[in-house]
């Protein structure tokens, strides 16, 4: 059984105590109207509603681990499973069949020694999922129960209720700090892995990359891992090329509409601009290899420069600027916007002009709020990978020719973890080297960001 059909069960049940819990306190008022209970009714509905959802929503948690692992188990122990290969993806692709045919999700297996196990999976799927039917039905009466039973005209349900959504509201902000220090800690164990294998000094700072043993022959050891040209292709291509185009273009963008444009071409433009935020990467990565990539190679060849390609960094840093726009020049327009009226109009009154106010008063006073949208824009760059791909190339290449092919740390971690590749080896393992280091890259960015923020702001408050 899916485990959205048990959360459907959960919430109908967690409903029912809602109501029988709200019955009950509105009791309590019609039996004493010169009473007042200590909490409105809806809270004692909500107590009781929470007792139901929360210990069956947990149990269905660890119920969706467990059941598969209880189906395979039982299935096994079938005489059915006599003639099941000993181990290997033979195996496991039987079990699979069998399985995906049982639930209804495939009409037929392909092997005829899986054809015996899908009437076992089947029994053991529907045993199992009454199973966990009965035992959500009986999680959610004993909570119901409990809250039930302790509704009292005295009972402080509010502060009860409070307090389980101020914890639900902890954990919900707990989850983006957890998650970040279990990519942190995956990243760090690996890495250790990695430069087991491979000098940490040969890793920063060669100036030459080809895992593939066959790309350097004459050297097979660490020093095929020097990620010199990778960092610098992205800090090239990203934080370069893509800024140049994205911050004069979004900071000029973001004061036209704010202090020039008219309220209704504002109306129309502001949103079109912010739809670029929106597009799929894969259709800049093709804008930039169909388009602007023949385009910049036409005009070098032009000029005079004939071994142009049709890869080339500044193709993919131009569409990369263009994509990140919206990222500036949002951040700018709303700093621009919040700027106190107080400031415009006295400077105003000094005798400035438009221009010399934009200059000297609000683009200062709305510094915080256009460095934090630069360096979320940067932070966004410099972890693109389809454009890079579709129009730089993946190929590391130590220069500073913006008309030369070049790769990214993203685009060669993407292509170190695709494939067939060992987990032992050290070509698979740097690519959590090469994640760590960005990780760590843009972790510095974001410091960096907050000091001048917080510089600037105490500045102007």
């Known amino acids: 059984m899916s485990p959205i059909t048990l959360i459907l069960i959960a919430m109908g049940l967690a409903l029912a105590g809602w109501l029988a819990g709200r019955a009950k306190a509105w009791s309590f008022q019609q039996a004493q109207p010169d009473r007042r209970p200590v909490a ?37 122990a079938q005489p059915a499973a006599a003639d099941l290969p000993t181990f290997g993806f033979e195996r496991d692709a039987w079990l699979s069949e069998a399985r ?9 297996v392909f092997n005829d020694g899986a054809e015996a196990l899908v009437e076992p999976f089947r029994e053991a799927i529907g045993f199992y999922n009454w199973i966990g039917i009965a035992i959500t039905m009986l999680i959610a009466l004993g909570g119901g129960m409990f809250a039930f039973l302790r509704i009292r005209p005295d009972f402080r349900a509010r502060t009860k209720v409070e307090r389980t959504v101020m914890g639900i509201l902890l954990t919900a902000s707990l989850v983006a700090i957890l998650t970040t220090f279990g990519i942190f800690a995956s990243l760090v164990f690996e890495t250790v892995r990695f430069f087991g294998m491979v000098s940490p000094v040969d890793f920063l700072f060669g100036t030459f990359w080809g895992p593939d043993p066959m790309s350097n022959p004459q050297n097979p050891d660490g020093s095929r891992y020097g990620a010199i040209p990778l960092f610098w292709g992205t800090i090239f291509i990203g934080a370069i090329i893509a800024m140049i185009v994205a911050i004069p273009l979004g900071l000029m963008s973001a004061i036209y509409l704010t202090q020039y444009a008219d309220p209704r071409l504002r109306q129309w433009v502001k949103p079109a601009l912010e739809i670029l935020a929106g597009v799929p990467t894969v259709v800049y990565g093709y804008f930039a290899a169909l388009t602007i990539a023949p385009a910049i190679r036409d005009a070098a060849i032009a000029i005079g420069i004939s071994n142009a390609s049709t890869e080339s960094a500044l193709a993919a840093g131009v569409v990369m600027g263009v994509m990140i726009i919206p990222f500036v020049s949002s951040m700018a327009d709303d700093s621009i916007a919040a700027v106190p009226g107080a400031m ?8 400035a002009t438009k221009s010399e106010t934009i200059r000297k008063v609000l683009f200062p006073a709305a510094l915080p709020g256009i460095v934090a949208g630069i360096m979320l824009a940067v932070s966004r760059a410099i972890g693109e990978t389809m454009i890079v791909v579709m129009a730089a190339s993946t190929a590391a290449n130590l220069s500073a020719n913006p008309l030369e092919r070049m790769t990214t740390v993203t685009v060669q971690i993407v292509k170190m973890l695709t494939g067939e590749g060992s987990f032992d080896h050290p070509a698979t393992l740097s690519a959590f080297a090469l994640g760590f280091v960005l990780f760590m890259v843009t972790l510095l960015l974001n410091f960096v960001a907050l000091r001048v923020v917080k510089r600037f702001r105490e500045a102007y408050e």
């Open 344 to 351: 415009r109009d006295g400077s105003y009154a000094m005798g």
């Open 40 to 76: 409105r009714p809806v809270y004692h509905a909500w107590y009781v509603a929470v007792w139901v959802a929360l210990p069956v929503l947990a149990f269905i948690a660890l119920w969706s681990f467990a059941a598969p692992q209880l189906v395979i188990q039982s299935v096994l």
């Open 100 to 108: 995906a045919v049982a639930s209804g999700n495939a009409p037929g």
